[in-house]
């Protein structure tokens, strides 16, 4: 009997869940509806399922109904791709009617949500995923295999670099993450892949956490030093704009348009605000230093507005050191090239044992987004059940575990002192 799927949020990341249920995924997987806040958008995502799928449109739902549309179409799992501050609200709802639930990361935004759905998953007894695809990253699966087997001896410390370039990063800038009541910042969306690498490496969890940073490249307060002389707050119909490298021309890019443009006089929502505009508060330039239960150091920065796409981490150990380099194709969110997200460009991983010579491990990338680890996610989602050594599912202890750190941080930002993780939620690990 085939498993049943409704999806409540049908912007930019939904289409990663949806189009795998519709292709790969038909035999043993069945989609039957859609929910959003804007039915132009449900609209286009019916569309797509049509017309790039070859699959029957499926029910819809606006977002006051979406009670209703678990109730009436059943379904054994609600994936939750929606604005992350509303992550919480449809777990909840959707844990007590039943249905075990999938959620994009971050699986929320601050500490009292995250209560609120560890409480759920307590009084309801079903099941929670957070889909961390960097998990599933061949290079990512063999660092955790290389610390495993004892190679580097005790890990004492991490140096963890990510750094987002003039396009992607900028990306974040331009839409409903640059509030930070929507994403919790980048500590949280974006940061909470690095930090739930971090414990899925070292199999252990954060204990204290200080940060600091700022907004010190976007926004308006920084426009004069970057340049930047014509102000406009959005590029749709702005001439300031055709000659801004960072801004976003959805009118030319037809998947943009039919997803954002045209579904604007709904709901208001702009895709295309200018990264040097107001309402900017996020920070662009993070610093973090992690204690954590197994007395490893983490010391972690993120910087969104680089000329190179990746990340360099290197972990220090009783028996010597690894190194690790990624370089990533960078992309814009839901540009209508899906297939190059996060495509890995250049990677090493080279072992400097504490006598002896270097040497670099090798690992071979499949077909797929990061390496090959999207489609290794989406088989362990909606695929046959198989043993995995390496435990890459995410539950939703690992979902809280990663928010928690970038959370912690937003304290930190704010009073300047270290933030203890227990101080900020307590619940059952069991």
Known sequence: MKKTYALVGTGGRAEFFYG???????????????????????????????????????????????????????????IVTTVDRTHHTYIIKALELGCDVITEKPMTVDEEKCRQIMDAIDRTGRNVRVTFNYRYAPHNTKIREIIKSGVLGEVYSVNFEWALDTQHGADYFRRWHRDKRNSGGLLVH???????????WLGTFPETVYAAGGLRFYGKENAEERGVTRFYQRAHGSGAAKSDPFAIQLAENPHLKAMYLDAEAEDGYQRDQSVFGDGISIEDTLGVLVTYKNKAILNYSLNAYLPWEGYLVSFNGSKGRMEVKVREQSYINSGGNKQEEGSIEEKSIVILPMF????????????????????????????????????????????????LTGIAGNHSLKTGEAVKIDSLIQWKKA
């Open 356 to 403: 002896g010579a270097p040497y670099e491990i090798d690992v071979s990338e499949t077909e797929g987004g990061h390496g090959g680890g999207d489609p290794e996610l989406l088989r362990d989602l909606f695929g046959e059940p198989r043993d995995d050594e390496f435990h890459r599912a995410a539950s939703h202890i690992d979902g809280a575990m990663s928010i």
């Open 20 to 78: 795998a249920l519709a292709a790969d995924f038909k035999d043993s997987s069945k989609l039957i509806a859609f929910c959003d806040s804007n039915e132009t958008r449900m609209g286009y995502a019916n569309e797509l399922l049509q017309t790039k799928y070859e699959h029957e449109a499926v029910a819809v739902y606006r977002a006051e109904q979406f009670e209703s549309m678990i109730q009436s179409e059943q379904p054994d799992v609600v």
């Open 190 to 200: 974006k940061s909470t892949h690095h930090f739930d690498l971090v414990n899925f």
